[in-house]
């Protein structure tokens, strides 16, 4: 999973936002790139459709923290949401460390929230990868909706385990750092059990 290169003393860590077109993924990195210091951040890779959908990825390395004197750093990728694009989502899960699904909140989104839900769970097991044992975390995006679902609503519909979940709005930032903070946080606990 993790990368580690001994000659830049670096280990770098692949997550993986994953979830039903429009959701808000490419938001998410979008939001994070802008509030991030430059001196922490490499460029901002982002491939889209004339439609603004993400076609491929959003690439974006982050710089946090330190492991046994090994700087730790993040490689934030989105896959695209549309279901026939299907083979480009399984090539940008190879090798990931963490996931975040991000979840429409709005009621009439609810059926694609499932769907992709489904999709990631047998997109990983395919590669020989269990989501139930990857770090995860889950984000209610779109919040501040009126059409958003209950919170309940939402975690009976996609979180049966009860993984870390958080709610958010990406465009204005709620929710958006505490996701991030919450899956690196998962991927460096478990790099230290394996370290």
Same mark, same amino acid.
């Given at each position: 999973?993790?990368?580690?290169?001994?000659?830049?003393?670096?280990?770098?860590?692949?997550?993986?936002?994953?979830?039903?077109?429009?959701?808000?993924?490419?938001?998410?990195?979008?939001?994070?790139?802008?509030?991030?210091?430059?001196?922490?951040?490499?460029?901002?890779?982002?491939?889209?459709?004339?439609?603004?959908?993400?076609?491929?990825?959003?690439?974006?390395?982050?710089?946090?923290?330190?492991?046994?004197?090994?700087?730790?750093?993040?490689?934030?990728?989105?896959?695209?949401?549309?279901?026939?694009?299907?083979?480009?989502?399984? +090539?940008?899960? &190879? @090798? $990931?460390?963490?996931?975040?699904? !991000? %979840?429409?909140?709005?009621?009439?989104?609810? /059926?694609?929230?499932?769907?992709?839900?489904?999709?990631?769970?047998?997109?990983?097991?395919?590669?020989?990868?269990?989501?139930?044992?990857?770090?995860?975390?889950?984000?209610?995006?779109?919040?501040?909706?009126?059409?958003?679902?209950?919170?309940?609503?939402?975690?009976?519909? +996609?979180?049966? &385990? @009860? $993984?870390?979940?958080?709610?958010? !709005? %990406?465009?204005?930032?709620?929710?958006?750092? /505490?996701?991030?903070?919450?899956?690196?946080?998962?991927?460096?606990?478990?790099?230290?059990?394996?370290?």
């Amino acid at each position: 999973m993790s990368f580690i290169n001994y000659s830049s003393r670096e280990i770098n860590c692949k997550l993986v936002f994953y979830g039903p077109g429009l959701c808000g993924k490419t938001t998410n990195l979008q939001y994070i790139y802008k509030k991030t210091n430059p001196d922490s951040k490499g460029k901002m890779i982002s491939l889209a459709t004339e439609s603004e959908r993400t076609l491929f990825f959003d690439f974006l390395p982050l710089a946090l923290g330190n492991i046994k004197g090994f700087k730790v750093r993040f490689h934030l990728y989105t896959v695209p949401g549309q279901v026939f694009y299907d083979a480009s989502r399984k +090539l940008i899960l &190879k @090798g $990931v460390d963490g996931v975040v699904f !991000v %979840a429409d909140s709005q009621a009439e989104r609810m /059926e694609s929230n499932i769907e992709s839900m489904e999709n990631l769970r047998k997109n990983l097991q395919e590669q020989g990868y269990n989501l139930d044992q990857l770090p995860f975390v889950i984000q209610y995006n779109k919040r501040d909706l009126p059409s958003a679902v209950s919170v309940d609503e939402l975690n009976q519909a +996609l979180n049966p &385990k @009860g $993984v870390p979940f958080f709610e958010a !709005v %990406a465009p204005q930032g709620p929710g958006v750092f /505490e996701t991030l903070k919450e899956i690196a946080k998962q991927v460096i606990m478990q790099i230290k059990k394996g370290a």
